[in-house]
Nanobody
Framework: QVQLVESGGGLVQPGESLRLSCAAS????????MGWYRQAPGKQREWVAT???????DYADSVQGRFTISRDNAKNTVFLHMNSLSPEDTAVYFC?????????????WGQGTQVTVSS
């Protein structure tokens, strides 16, 4: 079993920045891909960014050039650096990790962290 703990959300003004973190803990596992998704009120959850174990990253068009995903494999942690935030970025942000363990391969979700962009 893998537990994920997210942190870093909050209330910011348009144009400001935030950094989200998601730390994984457990025993005898290897994290493959890591990613971030978000869900705005009344909307479906959408993909934001993913990063492979080797550090190759992909981004949704809506965040390309403003958000940066990174990871620390030694600490089993993924980050999302968000710059030039706008009200359209307001959502609950969820991390997702693809894990290989003795029980096979599966993915896990974080509990979500609220990001609100408002003046």
């Amino acid at each position: 079993q893998v537990q994920l703990v997210e942190s870093g959300g909050g209330l910011v003004q348009p144009g400001e920045s935030l950094r989200l973190s998601c730390a994984a803990s457990g025993r005898n596992f290897i994290i493959l891909g890591m990613g971030w998704y978000r869900q705005a009120p009344g909307k479906q959850r959408e993909w934001v960014a993913t990063i492979t174990r080797s550090g190759s990253a992909d981004y949704a068009d809506s965040v390309q050039g403003r958000f940066t995903i990174s990871r620390d494999n030694a600490k089993n942690t993924v980050f999302l650096h968000m710059n030039s935030l706008s009200p359209e970025d307001t959502a609950v942000y969820f991390c997702n990790v693809d894990v290989m363990s003795g029980f096979g391969r599966r993915d896990y979700w974080g509990q979500g962290t609220q990001v609100t962009v408002s003046s």
